[in-house]
């Protein structure tokens, strides 16, 4: 992420999930310089928010692959035309045509476009914050964190991870092979998460790696000027308990909504932006909509139909910005990847 206030880009694509990072890459492949935005603070969308170790099927050639090392794989593969990453901020406003977008973020940041890739999945979201007094304060200093962008930064230190769903044991089994102490707090002792997920952490509990608080509630944060000292947790009876920890990471899952891009003026549909299904174009001219968030006539919310819109939408872009210049279509195994050293 950089810190200027004032970019130029050919296409500015608003989210950095899966088929954001893709259609940066094939921004790259076109020869555009590709700019992304996104609400989190990490790259991934919902892949790294909700379910790092989530196994999917369904990427050709791939007959499993967990969502991070799909995330990482992206963000490779977009790496050797530098893409510019804008994130913790979504971008508030758009204003101008097609050829010459202004974009405006919520940390003031402006970004010139001849073109827009909305491929925002479900639209803008955060996560759900326990309601603790004080959080605010630890959240600054970063020892509550909603996810993981590194989790090298957790070896040799105690954590307390709450939640019951994918995400938290997720992370419970990453960070269990690099904390001195994981705790997990649940209100039960029954999960949401997948069944190998809360099988490996079973074992890691047997093993002495992890400790399961259950049935226990955040109650309250121990320390002072944002240094995290413990965790206090209760149970539904009162009984409460602090927990040293040096960070606290709740997942509790995000809180999805369209935000902004409600007031852009586009044909929206059921919070989904109605396209044209042979470019991904919307309402609005130079605009486009790609993966989740856009719909047709018999769409398939899947990864590899997001993909594949990418695709369709910056040829598409291609065409609209050189309506004269004619363009001969090129395998990548034939052209290769230009900036790629």
């Not at 893709?22 to 935005?37: D, E, N, R, S, T």
Request: glycine content about 10%.
């Amino acid at each position: 992420m950089t810190s200027h206030t004032h970019h130029e880009a050919t296409i500015a694509i608003i989210g950095a999930g899966p088929v954001g990072l893709f259609a940066a890459f094939q921004a790259g492949m076109l020869g555009f310089k590709p700019q992304v935005i996104d609400a989190l603070d990490s790259i991934g969308g919902q892949c790294t928010a909700l379910y790092p170790e989530k196994p999917i099927y369904d990427i050709p050639a791939h007959p499993e692959l967990p969502a991070m090392e799909l995330i990482e794989q992206l963000e490779a593969q977009a790496a050797p035309f530098d893409p510019i990453y804008h994130l913790g901020q979504q971008v508030t406003r758009i204003e101008g045509e097609a050829g010459d977008f202004t974009l405006t973020t919520s940390k003031g940041v402006e970004i010139r476009a001849a073109a827009v890739i909305i491929a925002a999945g479900c639209g803008a979201f955060g996560p759900n914050r326990p309601p603790l007094e004080g959080i605010e304060a630890y959240e600054e200093t970063g020892f509550v964190r909603y996810m993981v962008t590194r989790k090298q930064m957790y070896k040799g230190k105690r954590v307390v991870i709450a939640g019951g769903g994918d995400s938290a044991l997720d992370w419970t089994n990453i960070l269990a092979h690099e904390a001195e102490k994981v705790y997990l707090v649940h209100r039960r002792d029954k999960f949401r998460a997948l069944p190998e997920s809360e099988k490996q952490m079973r074992e890691l509990v047997l093993d002495g790696k992890v400790e399961l608080v259950v049935p226990y509630q955040l109650d309250s944060l121990v320390g002072s000027e944002g240094q995290l000292e413990a965790v206090r947790v209760k149970t539904l009876d009162g009984e409460a308990r602090d927990l040293e920890a040096d960070y606290l990471l709740p997942f509790y899952g995000l809180a999805m909504e369209l935000g902004p891009i409600a007031e852009w003026g586009l044909n929206i549909s059921k919070s989904l932006i109605t396209v044209d299904a042979a470019t991904c174009e919307t309402s609005t001219a130079g605009i486009y909509a790609i993966g989740d968030i856009a719909t047709y006539a018999n769409k398939l919310k899947l990864i590899l139909c997001g993909f594949s819109e990418a695709a369709m939408a910056t040829h598409a872009i291609r065409a609209q910005l050189y309506p004269e210049t004619t363009f001969h279509f090129e395998y990548s195994t034939s052209k290769g990847v230009p900036n790629a050293a």
